[in-house]
């Protein structure tokens, strides 16, 4: 009798903990996944009533060129996640050489990352601007030591160049944070003896790098891939807002900026809930694959 | 004659053993000053690396700084050292006090820290209240709760965002600071985060704190949460951070000026001023300024938090 009141007591304590949390959650979460679904087979503006249009907005934006133009937008900017995390991983390297002041370059690497918002997209605009930026001062002087006439291109307002120049500022971005010290915590955690074992055998720094280091830091390297293409689709919008608006030529818009301008500026809330979905199952898949490959091959964390 | 013989040959045997240990020695001294070269060069390489990263890093901020310390004709003057780029050589302060002024700046950023204060305050309170039951409590459906929570987590933000829009829109919170905080609150991740933390606590303080009668909810307050400091401290610093930046959710649920947030009234303010050089940069450092400061003072818990976050979540 006892100890059924007891856990009486502990389910309505535990109810009492979860309650708060758990309203947010469904009110804010759980139920809107479940609508969002529902929005995606309806056409709505939020001032008509909404109608009910089966699968014609995933139609619709199978044949919308600009829903194409868009994923690819955000495939080239995906770019990026190679480039970076060859940078964090030669970064990790160099810091994991036991030097002086490593707290020093840690914070300094970690300042992009940590400042990454409007204000920094401002800053980069204006390194970008054709003129008077800091960039293409650079260009020109570098030319100019080296008896050359060399011009910057007008960066952000150039179709060919746009993407680059974000894919640029990303890099710079994102070398030094997250991904760096994921990658430094990896590289500590090597075991010694592997690399004195390799040179018993005789290997070179190189022959260490790719038969010890690569292989043993794998599965940070596969995780910090995966995080960064789930982030990468769902990514683009700051940025393209404040630098080129999307600019030029819908050169610089991504998927999620299409999907606001669909939402917030055109009004098609359903058209954007279908482009959420398709979105949301792109992600899904990528996160099936994390987690089947950590289910696996991760044994030592 | 066969004793002396054999002493010759155990001295023989130690001259050997002898020779070959100084030889032993002679080549790992070899190796030990080989290494200690390679170690000396690795070093030299790792540095310059560094030093050439850290450059790359500071100078878009060196030159934002410089550049809000000038006066406006110096941005676009062609008659520059090179270094004047970068190091600023006149202050103009006024630039400061100016961008202050053409826009209600001072109105941003108590917006802008009262709300980060508010999501932050209300995230970390639920979630750990949430997760101690998660985590330490039984009670029927947890499991499937737990799993609902978990599903959850990977549900891109965009596809909640438009049904949270509509469901403020109806409730005419459109414009109001309850949308900017209400929604921000509660999320999967810090409840699972702080469920993680919670687990690895050992159990053994709360058997005792039972026994001599203390409530749930005093095992919580007393025991639980001071001893989860370092991740209440990394969930508290990565949510006020990711307020502070947020951008795209106040630019969809704020249309009144006064209403803005810092990123949005910078937003705001670049489309007014776009070519005023001096005062966007002194704008973006005021905005940057106070991210600096919290990382300097919680620094230790951006390293830790990213190691739990990104090693075990």
Redesign the interface.
């Known amino acids: 009798m006892k100890s059924l009141t007891n ?1 009486q007591k ?2 309505v ?3 009492g ?2 309650f ?3 309203l ?2 469904m ?7 479940a ?2 679904f529902a ?1 995606s087979f309806i056409s709505w503006d ?1 001032l008509t009533p909404p109608r009910w249009v089966g699968f014609k907005n995933f139609i619709e934006l199978f044949w919308d060129p600009d829903f194409w133009k868009y994923c690819f937008n955000t495939l080239y900017l995906m770019l990026a996640i190679p480039l970076s995390m060859g940078g964090s991983l ?2 990790a ?3 994991n ?3 002086k002041g490593i707290v020093f ?8 990352t ?7 997209y ?3 605009r ?2 970008y601007n054709p ?2 930026g ?1 960039l293409n ?1 650079l260009i020109a ?1 570098l030319g100019h030591t080296l008896g050359l006439t060399l011009k910057g291109p007008n960066w952000l307002t150039d179709e060919a160049w746009a993407k680059p120049a974000l894919i640029l500022m990303s890099v ?1 971005q994102t ?2 944070g ?1 991904n760096m ?2 990658y430094l ?1 990896a590289l500590q955690g090597v075991p010694r003896d592997l690399y004195d074992a390799a040179e018993v055998d005789g290997a070179n720094a190189w022959q260490k790098f790719w038969a010890v280091t690569w292989p043993q830091i794998s599965p940070t390297t596969f ?1 910090i891939a995966i995080m960064s293409i ?1 982030g990468g ?2 990514a683009g ?2 940025p393209a ?2 630098m080129t608006g999307g600019g030029p030529n819908g050169s610089t818009t991504t998927l ?1 900026y299409y ?2 301008n669909n ?2 500026e055109w009004q098609k ?1 359903g058209y ?2 279908a ?3 398709i ?2 199952i792109i ?2 898949i990528f ?1 099936l694959l994390q987690w089947r490959v950590f289910g696996k091959t991760v044994h030592y ?1 | 004659m066969a004793a002396l013989q054999a002493l010759h040959q155990t001295s023989e045997i130690q001259a050997y053993v002898q020779a070959k240990a100084i030889a032993k020695a002679l080549t790992l001294e070899t190796i030990k000053a080989r290494k200690k070269r390679r170690e000396i060069l690795n070093k030299t390489l790792a540095t310059i690396v560094l030093t050439v990263g850290a450059l790359t890093m500071v100078g878009p901020f060196l030159w934002m700084v410089s550049t809000s310390l000038k006066a406006p004709g110096a941005v676009f003057s062609f008659q520059k050292n090179w270094w004047e780029e970068w190091i600023p050589t006149s202050f103009v302060w006024q630039n400061y006090v100016k961008a202050w002024q053409v826009v209600p700046f001072a109105r941003f950023y108590l917006n802008s820290i009262f709300v980060a204060l508010c999501v932050t305050f209300g995230q970390v309170a639920t979630s750990a209240m949430a997760a101690y039951a998660f985590a330490r409590l039984q009670f029927p459906g947890r499991d499937k709760v737990f799993f609902a929570y978990l599903g959850t987590m990977m549900v891109p933000g965009a596809v909640t965002m438009i049904p949270v829009f509509i469901l403020l829109k109806h409730l005419g919170w459109i414009d109001t600071y309850k949308a900017l905080i209400l929604p921000g609150i509660f999320t999967a991740y810090g409840t699972f985060m702080l469920r993680q933390f919670f687990l690895t606590l050992p159990k053994d303080l709360e058997d005792a704190a039972k026994i001599d009668g203390c409530s749930y909810i005093g095992i919580f307050w007393r025991i639980i949460l001071p001893l989860s400091k370092p991740a209440l401290a990394t969930l508290t610093t990565f949510t006020f951070m990711g307020t502070w930046m947020n951008f795209m959710w106040p630019l969809i649920v704020i249309n009144t000026q006064t209403k803005y947030t810092l990123p949005v009234g910078l937003a705001y303010f670049q489309s007014l001023h776009n070519t005023d050089w001096t005062l966007l940069m002194a704008a973006s450092v005021m905005m940057i300024l106070p991210i600096l400061i919290v990382f300097m003072v919680n620094q230790r818990f951006f390293v830790e938090g990213i190691k739990l976050t990104g090693i075990k979540g």
């Open positions: 856990s502990e389910t304590t535990a109810y903990f979860l708060p949390n758990f947010g959650f009110i804010f979460t759980s139920i809107p996944v609508a969002s929005l939020l030669i970064l390297i160099a810091m050489q036991k030097l370059f840690r914070t300094v690497y970690f300042l992009p940590l400042c990454s918002g409007v204000a920094i401002m800053l980069w204006l390194i003129e008077f800091i001062t002087n710079w070398v030094g997250y010290i994921l915590a995780f789930i689709f769902q919008f700051d807002y404040v999620i999907l606001y939402a917030f809330m954007a809930a482009l959420a979905w979105l949301f992600v899904f996160t964390h």
